[in-house]
């Protein structure tokens, strides 16, 4: 089975950055995944890792540490349209995609 | 063009009804998926199929069922429906198992 621990609330000023945590413990691990979802709308797919190491795109950087079990996603230069919950998923061995209970971020003017 | 649809966006229902989702994706994906996601936003998987065929099956009370026509196609059945049964459902496809999937808007359901 799957375990997938996320900060539950983070709040941020506009222009500033901000790191959301998610470490996991899975059986098999075949690649970590980060979504964005704003109220009352479906998720939408940001990054993807499988490999240890730095996924940047334009704003929105990712990280994987597969020997602890930890993942980042990194915002910079938050924008007020950034409020939302950002979710921490993992693949495991049988491929199967599993969400933590997502962090819900809130940007300050 | 919706990649993924699905309908109705909202479906109020009394306890013990039966009621059916649809969800049709237009991307040429062959897994398809139905998630729950409950009051505290927790995206639960309920079931996974791959060309048709049922790959993944939760512990989810025998009261759901999906169906399948086509690999186009991803319904959900719900009999009996009781009130925790209320959540968001989100159905979901990809290009194979376990890649970047993506999701329909959501059907809320509030069973009353």
């Known amino acids: 089975g799957q375990n997938i621990d996320q900060p539950t609330e983070m709040t941020a000023t506009e222009g500033a950055i901000v790191q959301i945590n998610c470490t996991y413990q899975?059986?098999?691990?075949?690649?970590l995944f980060w979504y964005q979802q704003h109220a009352g709308e479906a998720p939408t797919f940001l990054s993807y890792?499988?490999?240890?190491g730095l996924e940047e795109k334009g704003r929105f950087s990712s990280f994987l540490s597969r020997s602890k079990g930890y993942s980042y996603l990194l915002l910079k230069e938050l924008q007020m349209k950034d409020s939302a919950s950002y979710l921490c998923?993992?693949?495991?061995?049988?491929?199967?995609?599993?969400f933590g209970a997502g962090t819900t971020v809130t940007v300050r003017a | 063009d919706t990649a993924v649809s699905q309908t109705p966006k909202y479906l109020v229902t009394q306890m013990g009804n039966d009621k059916s989702i649809k969800c049709e994706q237009n991307?040429?994906?062959?897994?398809m998926y139905w998630y729950k996601q409950d009051s505290k936003k927790f995206l639960k998987i309920m079931f996974s199929?791959?060309?048709?065929?049922?790959?993944i099956n939760e512990t989810v009370p025998n009261r759901f069922s999906p169906k399948s026509p086509d690999k186009a196609h991803l319904n959900l059945h719900i009999n009996s429906l009781e009130l925790g049964d209320s959540a968001v459902y989100f159905c979901?496809?990809?290009?194979?198992?376990?890649?970047?999937?993506?999701f329909g808007q959501g059907t809320r359901l509030t069973v009353v």
């Open positions: 979901a496809s990809s290009p194979g198992q376990g890649f970047e999937a993506f």
């Open positions: 899975t059986s098999g691990f075949n690649g």
């Open positions: 890792n499988v490999l240890d």
């Open positions: 998923a993992v693949r495991d061995g049988d491929y199967k995609l599993s």
């Open positions: 991307l040429g994906h062959d897994t």
């Open positions: 199929y791959n060309n048709k065929e049922l790959i």
